[in-house]
């Protein structure tokens, strides 16, 4: 599957944002998708993760209450709407399927990864 993330940008802190993954590939509706990021310097972490049917959603704690993850497998989409932005926000958000339905925190259970869309909180 190949995945196409969109809808970073510049945005000032306390606003909102929304980013989509657009999936090719028949397939999509039995992969796991998950969120992830990666500030400057630092490593890449979880964001969020949604199961196959959408019906498990998991989040990292930094992000729970604010962002939501969501899926359209009639579209071939997973989405991550984010409000309350912080300045820790910051980062480029990659989307990612892995092979089992489920959705996980590490990132090596994911095979197929999207190119990444910065997104910019500002003060």
């Known amino acids: 599957v190949q995945l196409q993330a969109s809808g970073g940008g510049l945005v000032q802190a306390g606003g909102s944002l929304r980013l989509s993954c657009a999936a090719s590939?028949?397939?999509?509706?039995?992969?796991?998708m998950g969120w992830f990021r990666q500030a400057p310097g630092k490593e890449r972490e979880f964001v969020a993760g949604?199961?196959?049917?959408?019906?498990?959603?998991g989040y990292a704690d930094s992000v729970k209450g604010r962002f939501t993850i969501s899926r359209d497998n009639a579209k071939n989409t997973v989405s991550l709407e984010m409000n309350s932005l912080k300045l820790d926000d910051t980062a480029v958000y990659y989307c990612a399927a892995s092979p089992r339905i489920g959705w996980y925190k590490e990132s090596r259970e994911y095979n197929f990864w999207g190119q990444g869309t910065l997104v910019t909180v500002s003060s």
């Open positions: 949604i199961s196959w049917t959408g019906g498990s959603i």
């Open positions: 590939g028949r397939t999509f509706s039995r992969y796991g």
